[in-house]
């Protein structure tokens, strides 16, 4: 087990770790010039590690933050600021980008969970 950042006591397998630093670069890329520098996606990273730390079925039914005006319970503050440090640590993605890329995730999930709600009754 490693720690996703020093002092949040948040904790990976070593194999999810290497993953999420992984999802930092595109597959596909063309170099044209060896000038040209490779841009390290952050919103990519979070998106895995809320796959890791929580399941479906929570984070269709939860929001990012513990918002007065937010109709969903919060999910664990700890672990979302620990996804966030570590997202922006390890890329070149701002703060605001990664918790808005964050933000989407859940609500395309819950969109697809009321989706399939209809599509079954």
Avoid: W
């Amino acid at each position: 087990m490693v720690e996703l950042v020093n002092g949040t006591n948040v904790y990976v397998h070593l194999d999810e770790y290497r993953t999420a630093i992984s999802k930092s670069v595109p597959k596909l890329y063309k170099r044209l010039d060896n000038s040209q520098e490779i841009h390290k996606d952050g919103k990519r990273i979070a998106r895995y590690l809320m796959s890791i730390f929580f399941e479906k079925k929570e984070l269709q039914e939860r929001s990012l933050t513990n918002s007065e005006l937010s109709r969903y319970p919060p999910l664990n503050q700890k672990i979302v600021n620990a996804i966030l440090a570590f997202s922006v640590m390890n890329s070149d993605s701002s703060r605001a980008d990664v918790k808005k890329a964050m933000r989407t995730s859940l609500t395309s999930k819950r969109c697809k969970a009321r989706k399939q709600i209809f599509t079954a009754a």
